[in-house]
Structure formats: structure tokens, C-alpha cells
């Protein structure tokens, strides 16, 4: 327990030091389009297949464990509609988001570390956490939630593509069942999820990195924990913004 609020208090401190003594924002400028191409548009392929064969797999078991004469078909693109966006496009794309690019953050500043690349940009008087992590964050933070939009989008088009396509309900059922009784909040509180998740995993994954000490083996051993971690975090974080927002 002591160990664990350590952490806490070390990351609570490592979050300070990227906004104090930090330079001006035209340096990260370049930095940041950068970290959104390799945070964002890199993970593009990894989310299109995903979101698809999630919105597929959703709709072909929710036919099938509702099929009845009694109940109608519409009610698939309904149900489709709330898990996709409440929980399973912010969610799950959370999780693969923290393997990829979290692992990513992780590998990138622990290898910068034992080469002692951070010693050198400390010794020069730049505040390194700040001029490393801070892009990196904010990048996360806007692409993210695209991503997020995209994967739900895509869910739709994979609960069309196997139920349509696979004669399992008509087109018709299914565009009114994702258009009926349609809460606006809904996006709110996925594009909330979707904020707080890429920090969190931006974050963790760049302290996890950027304290990593020894040689190559302990970069891999960081890399792990920081998708172990942020998982665990964006898990906490999905049932305690469920309790307040809900």
C-alpha cells in the first residue's frame, strides 16, 4: 500500500512538472502534429477492424438471444445503438488504444532514458518532461475522441453489414430501432469517457517510461506496465464516471 501511494504521489508530481517551467507552446507545435499522426492516423487500421467485428458480433447475438415472435427486431439497433456508444466504443477502444500506443509512449521514453537522451536535455535546462511528454498528451487528448467517433460509427456499419447482409433483421428495423428514443447525453458522456481515458493512458504510459531505470529488459518491462496500468485506470475510471454521470 505504501509503495502504490508512492506512485501516486510521484505521478501526481511527474503531472506538475509538465505545466511549470514549460516552454512556450510554438515549440511543441511541430511535436504535436507529429504525436497525432503516430497517436492518431497510426492507429487507424487497428480501430476500423475492431469497431467492425464489435458492432457485427453485438448484433448477431443480441438477434439471437432476443429472437422471439413476441419481440421486435428494431429493438436490436436500439440495444446496438446505447452499448456501442455509452460503453463499447469508448471503452474498448480505450483498451486497444493503451496496447498500442501506450505501450508505444512507454518503449519510446524508457529507450530515451537509459540512453540517457532526458540526462542530456535536463543538462542543457530544458524541462524534459515537459518538452516530452506534454505533446504527447495533448495529442492523445484530440485524437482520441475521433477515434472514439470513428469506432462507433464503424460498430453501426458492422451490426448492418451482419445483420442485413445476413438476413437476420431488415434494413428497415434496424435504422428506426438505432433512431428510436435517441438520448443526445449519450454523446456527451462517451466523448467524456473518451477525454479522460487518453489522458489517463497518455499519462501513465509517458511516467511509466520516463521513470524507467536499468537497461533494454527494463524498457520491456515498462512498456508492459504501462498498458497493465492504464487498463486497470481506464476500467476505475469508466465505473466511477458511470456512477456520476449516469
Known amino acids: 500500500m505504501l509503495k502504490f501511494l508512492r506512485s501516486v504521489g510521484r505521478y501526481v508530481l511527474f503531472m506538475k512538472r509538465l505545466i511549470t517551467n514549460r516552454e512556450k507552446f510554438r515549440v511543441y507545435r511541430q511535436m504535436y502534429f507529429d504525436e497525432c499522426m503516430l497517436i492518431g492516423i497510426d492507429s487507424l487500421t487497428l480501430v476500423v477492424i475492431t469497431s467492425v467485428f464489435i458492432g457485427a458480433v453485438t448484433a448477431v447475438q443480441t438477434t439471437y438471444n432476443l429472437y422471439s415472435p413476441t419481440i421486435p427486431m428494431y429493438l436490436v439497433g436500439m440495444i446496438l445503438r446505447d452499448m456501442t456508444i455509452i460503453e463499447l466504443a469508448p471503452t474498448i477502444t480505450a483498451i486497444v488504444f493503451a496496447g498500442k500506443v501506450g505501450s508505444n509512449i512507454a518503449g519510446q521514453l524508457g529507450t530515451m532514458r ?3 537522451q532526458i540526462d542530456a536535455l535536463e543538462v542543457m535546462g530544458i524541462n524534459s518532461a515537459s518538452y516530452l511528454v506534454l505533446p504527447k498528451i495533448l495529442a492523445a487528448v484530440t485524437m482520441f475522441p475521433l477515434l472514439v467517433i470513428l469506432a ?8 448492418y453489414m451482419a445483420g442485413v447482409w445476413g438476413e437476420l433483421f431488415t434494413e428497415f428495423d434496424y435504422v428506426y430501432g438505432i433512431r428510436m428514443g435517441f438520448v443526445p447525453f449519450n454523446v456527451t458522456f462517451a466523448l467524456v469517457k473518451a477525454f ?3 489522458f489517463l493512458i497518455a499519462s501513465i504510459s509517458a511516467y511509466k517510461g520516463f521513470f524507467t531505470r536499468g537497461g533494454a529488459l527494463e524498457v520491456g ?3 508492459t506496465q504501462a ?5 486497470i485506470a481506464v476500467l476505475l475510471a469508466d465505473y466511477l464516471l458511470a456512477q456520476l454521470l449516469v
Open 114 to 116: 537509459i540512453t540517457e
Open 152 to 159: 462507433a460509427f464503424l460498430s453501426f456499419v458492422g451490426g
Open 196 to 198: 479522460t481515458f487518453s
Open 221 to 223: 518491462i515498462a512498456s
Open 227 to 231: 498498458v497493465t496500468n492504464s487498463c
